[in-house]
């Protein structure tokens, strides 16, 4: 579907990696396979997002490690910096695909929301499921232009979240994996994503913060952009984002949106489990927490 006009036309394939709306007529372009599906305006709006974004990420240790180091995620090698954070990552996405049976069935096509590097859709790929990616970073390390690492390929596009190139009622699963708390409205995120999902499809949220009390989620937000300008000079607050969610937002956003979550907790470790009441006797800010929460139509 056309970004800019919205029609569903079509849009052509033309010589020079061109790319034309059989509509609107207006023009997109294709940059070793990905499909740069938004309009310059847009995109120029996340430009400072994605410079200090990827600044950060690359600090903390993501970044070039060669085809070995995207093709295990989300297992890295153990003397990887963020081997911690995957392990919990590694986590959710098994409790993902045991909640959809995802390895047990073949075929689905799967829209992975805020893709980054692609290690979700190279894994489901790899189950024989049809992933497609959307992200708006084409860092070559750390976005959409890191897919060149797998021996895989799926369609990958470049586009907003919260308005996606494709028609409606198509995928049979939307993830946004660690990457709905980057929203600036999730009402306008998730509407959008229902959009494209079939009737009987499933929304999936994994490893977005979750709070109980809006104050805990406010405050994170703050103590990490302090942290990122002391450390780095920049706050990283170009964009809006939201950054966490909390259990009132969850159930709100479902009666809005007509859906029903079903919500599942993995277990991410005895430490993990006593975050919460450490915090309690330390007197210090509530701890975040993760769960797999999976939407379907009510
Ligand atoms: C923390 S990363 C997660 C990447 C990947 N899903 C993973 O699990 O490693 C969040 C991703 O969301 C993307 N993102 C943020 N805002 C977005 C938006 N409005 N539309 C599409 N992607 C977005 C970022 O560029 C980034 O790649």
């Not at 709006?45 to 990827?54: A, G, H, N, S």
């Not at 708390?181 to 999902?197: G, Q, W």
């Not at 937002?249 to 993990?272: A, C, Q």
Request: proline content about 4%.
């Amino acid at each position: 579907m056309c970004p800019v006009c919205k029609s569903d036309i079509g849009l052509l394939s033309w010589p020079g990696n061109k790319i034309v709306c059989r509509n609107c007529s207006d023009s997109f372009q294709s940059i070793e396979g990905i499909y740069q599906l938004i309009s310059t305006d847009r995109l120029a709006k996340y430009e400072m997002f994605l410079d200090e974004y990827t600044r950060i990420r690359i600090a903390e240790g993501r970044g070039d490690h060669g085809n070995d180091y995207y093709q295990r995620l989300p297992e890295p090698s153990a003397s990887d910096p963020l081997a911690w954070q995957w392990k919990i990552r590694n986590k959710s996405f098994r409790a993902l695909l045991s909640a959809l049976c995802l390895k047990s069935q073949k075929g689905k096509k799967i829209i992975d929301q805020g893709a980054g590097v692609g290690w979700l859709c190279n894994r489901l790929a790899e189950m024989g499921h049809h992933p497609l990616a959307i992200d708006i970073n084409m860092d070559d390390m750390d976005g959409l232009s890191a897919g060149k690492n797998y021996d895989r390929r799926w369609p990958v596009i470049q586009a907003e979240f919260d308005n996606l190139p494709l028609a409606d009622d198509q995928a049979d699963v939307v993830i946004f994996n660690a990457s709905l708390h980057y929203s600036t409205d999730y009402y306008n995120t998730l509407r959008e994503a229902l959009r494209v999902l079939a009737n009987d499809g499933k929304l999936v949220i994994i490893d977005s913060p979750i709070y109980r009390k809006p104050g805990s989620g406010i405050q994170m937000k703050s103590q990490r952009h302090d942290f990122f300008e002391k450390k780095y000079g920049f706050r990283s607050d170009s964009i809006n984002s939201i950054e966490f969610l909390t259990w009132d937002m969850i159930k709100d956003l479902g009666n809005s949106l007509g859906i029903t979550w079903n919500v599942i907790r993995p277990w991410y470790g005895l430490g993990w489990a006593i975050r919460p009441l450490k915090a309690t006797i330390k007197r210090t800010r509530e701890p975040s927490t993760f769960a797999v929460l999976i939407a379907k139509r009510s």
